[in-house]
């Protein structure tokens, strides 16, 4: 009789271990059959056409400078295989010889302040991680949907209020770690934000976290929780505009860019298979039909080089 008892009690373990290890799977969305290797020549792609004659703007430079900064932080902190060093250093290569030798677009004097400093200089690099089941993807968001055409531009900040608070943080004076009143009140503000204007939230608050000055201007706690606020806000976001009949199509851009900037916080609510496979679909319907503007085609292959590099490092 103990006998018996004792060899259903493995068993109950033994289901218990598997359902868990079940559950690991799911929340890990095992890449699809020949996704991983796919990922470097999309990237590969991706650099290829901004090679041929595209003149870059500054949504392009930044996104490639982007790219090599997230490169840079996962070999310093992540010892590659002999074959992912190779691959790296090959991306890293192209990215710096097309941000050297392409054509430059009509970019701005504010714009060319943040794209002589931005993730090159004062850099604080930090282990990269993919955090699972952190955000509240059950959060209701049905009543979002029904007002969300008419909420989608509200908010702050701006794209002027954006660009002024990115070149402040990435021109810091590291004897001084002063940030501007304007651009702390943009970055702590609890007001109501949507579409853009959230993501530029995030995104600000990246830069800074991984400015040298960041650990003098606040806790790192304070700056995942402030992250984590704001990406539990755009997945309801994502969630509305998904249960939209034309939710993927009109704000494809917007989409893109959500999963992009907060899977730069490590979320896999965003940086997952399924997004991949997802926005690898967008690009083969590109090549079908004349969709969208050329300036909004342009915007989503940087996100897309963004968001495939940070796939291939953190899904890989």
């Not at 009690?9 to 929340?27: E, F, N, R």
């Not at 969305?29 to 090679?51: C, F, K």
């Not at 070999?75 to 990215?95: A, E």
């Not at 609510?269 to 997802?278: D, G, P, T």
């Amino acid at each position: 009789m103990l006998l018996f008892a004792n060899i259903c009690l493995k068993i109950a373990t033994l289901a218990t271990i598997c359902g868990i290890l079940s559950q690991l799977q799911v929340a890990g969305a095992a890449a699809p059959a020949g996704s991983v290797q796919q990922l470097p020549q999309r990237i590969y792609n991706l650099l290829h056409q901004l090679s041929c004659g595209r003149k870059l703007n500054a949504s392009a430079k930044f996104a490639l400078l982007l790219a090599e900064f997230l490169i840079k932080q996962k070999m310093r902190y992540i010892t590659p295989t002999r074959y992912d060093r190779q691959l790296y250093y090959q991306l890293l290569h192209k990215m710096k010889q097309l941000g050297s030798c392409a054509s430059q677009g009509e970019i701005n004097q504010v714009q060319e302040l943040i794209l002589r400093n931005a993730f090159q200089r004062n850099v604080l690099l930090l282990p990269p991680n993919l955090k699972y089941g952190a955000l509240n993807a059950n959060a209701e968001y049905e009543q979002l949907a029904l007002s969300y055409d008419s909420l989608v531009s509200q908010g702050a900040p701006n794209r002027t209020q954006s660009d002024l608070c990115m070149r402040d943080i990435v021109n810091l004076d590291t004897s001084k770690c002063q940030l501007s009143l304007n651009c702390l009140e943009l970055l702590t503000s609890e007001a109501p934000a949507y579409g853009y204007q959230r993501t530029h939230q995030a995104l600000l608050l990246y830069m800074l976290q991984h400015h040298i000055c960041a650990p003098s201007l606040s806790p790192p706690q304070l700056y995942e929780e402030l992250a984590k606020g704001h990406c539990n806000e755009i997945l309801s976001e994502q969630n509305a505009i998904r249960s939209l009949a034309l939710g993927l199509g009109k704000y494809k851009d917007l989409y893109l860019e959500q999963a992009t900037i907060c899977g730069l916080w490590g979320y896999n609510e965003f940086l997952n298979w399924r997004n991949v496979m997802e926005i690898d679909s967008w690009r083969k319907e590109e090549e079908q039909q004349e969709g969208e503007e050329e300036e909004e085609r342009e915007h989503i292959k940087d996100l897309s080089l963004v968001f495939y590099i940070n796939a291939l490092l953190l899904l890989h």
